[in-house]
Every structure is written in structure tokens, then in C-alpha cells.
């Protein structure tokens, strides 16, 4: 399978996703450590079995074991603050926010990799941050709120994230490495807030486990493909071909929920500003 399909179906797992993470964190009011702990558990269990049919193997993790480290330390701790981020932000707007951490895996995988960067990439860097303004709700003192602040943060841990996890994905068993580190990382997720454990009980009944079942499943098959993806193709191509997910997150979320249609025409404007971006890096 050539990485663009799998960029493409990275993007579609992911941007669904990121509907049904929203819908969990922000209708169903879950807590952010619990929820984190768990959905990285039924996400590394799902992608487990098959990797163990597979045959499951971490054979030279020992040459990459302080990037992986690193990997899930930032993963752990940034999926909490993912998770913060979508009960402030709506998940149309979310998009354009995460999209920020493509510059940063640009940037590692020049740093890292020793890839090119040119021009058009330094102009569509600008572009991306420049659309986070069409999402500032007081655009007049541009003074950003809480929902934007931790989707930029977001964004900056989920570019070493990712760097490192394509680092290691490039190394070791691939399936092998997504479910080892998705089970660290809800560990690292945990230990934020130890406490939090209580309240992965109520998680796991009623309406909410369907979801976060379903939620596991489309995330490990996006995760999967866009690690499959880093494997086989350049970051620098492969990191802003899939922010194409910025354009189908912001159409679905206003799709599908109702709470979303508010500010379209800003949400739509700061998408294709981003979006243009992402093509000026690509190009």
C-alpha cells in the first residue's frame, strides 16, 4: 500500500475521531486524565491483537529506547492537554489549531532527518499560524482564550510527539511499536493525576464505552496508517498532506453537529487559510 492511501486514510480515521472525542469530552463532560488513560488503553488493546497475529516484536527498541521515552512521555502528557483542548474548542475549530504541529514536525524532520526546507514552506508556515487568528473570539485585542492557548500547546507537543513516533515506527515492528507506546503513554496519561481512576468506572457504562470503543477503533486504524505512512514517505510531505484533515474535520463537524454552526464563515476562512498553507509546504 503506497503512503499517500495511507495518508488518506489516516486522515479520515483521525478526523472522525476527533468528531467523536469532542462529543465525549464535551457533551458527555468526561474527565480529561481518565478519558486520556482509557482511550489510549482500548486503542492499544484494539491495535495488540494484531500485532500479536502478526507477530508481536520490539527487536531494536534498545538502539531508539530514549526516543522512545521521549515519545510516550509527550504523548502521555499531550493527550491529557488534547483532551483539555476539545472541552474548550470545537472540534472545526480544534482542527485548524492541531494543524500547528506540522510546522514542528517539518521543523524536527529537518533537524533530524537532514530534509530541505525551501520558500514556499517558510510562506505556508506563515499561513498556518496566521489562520489560529480567524479562531480568536476577541479577534479585535487578538488575546488568545484558553481553548486557543492549549490548542497551540497542543499542537508544539504532538510535533516532537509525532517526530519521535515516526523516528521509532522507522526502527522497530511498526503495529508492534503503535500498541507498546499507546499502552505507555495511558500509563504516563494516568500518572498525571493518579486520583483521576475513579472516574474511569463510569466510563465503561451506560452510552459512553460504544463510543469509546468506536473511538479506539477509528484512531488506531488512522494512527496505524499515518505511522505506516512516516515509514514509507518524507515527513515533510507526509505531515502537511495529511492537515488535509483540517478541511474534512471542519465540513463534518459542521455536518453532523449542531452546536458547531456558529461562526462558519470564520471557521471555513481560517480552514482554507491553513489549508493553503499545508499546499505551499507540499508544492
Known sequence: ???????????????????????????????????SALFQAITAAIIAVFAVANGFSLAGIDGVWLISIVCIVLYGFGTVIYAKTLQ???????????????????????????????????????????????LIKNIRTLSLDKGTAYGLLTGLIYGGAVTSWAYVGREIDTLSWAAFSFAGSALVSFMVKPSSSSKILPMLKGVILPKMLLLGLFYGIGSVAMLF??????????????????????????????????????????????FVGIVLIIV
Open 1 to 35: 500500500m503506497s503512503w499517500q492511501l495511507l495518508t488518506v486514510i489516516s486522515v479520515l480515521g483521525l478526523s472522525v475521531s476527533i468528531l467523536l472525542q469532542r462529543v465525549l469530552l464535551h457533551k458527555h463532560k468526561t474527565d480529561p486524565v481518565a478519558y
Open 229 to 274: 505512512a512516516y515509514k514509507y514517505g518524507s515527513l515533510t510531505l507526509v505531515s502537511p498532506l495529511r492537515q488535509t484533515g483540517i478541511v474534512v474535520t471542519t465540513l463534518l463537524a459542521l455536518f453532523f453537529l449542531k452546536s458547531e454552526r456558529n461562526r462558519i464563515s470564520r471557521k471555513l476562512i481560517a480552514a482554507a487559510v491553513c
Open 88 to 134: 474548550y474548542v470545537e472540534a472545526s475549530a480544534f482542527s485548524v489549531l492541531f494543524a500547528t504541529h506540522a510546522v514542528w514536525v517539518m521543523a524536527l524532520g529537518i533537524l533530524l532527518f537532514h530534509e530541505h526546507i525551501t520558500t514556499l514552506q517558510i510562506l505556508g508556515t506563515g499561513l498556518i499560524f496566521s489562520s489560529v487568528i480567524f
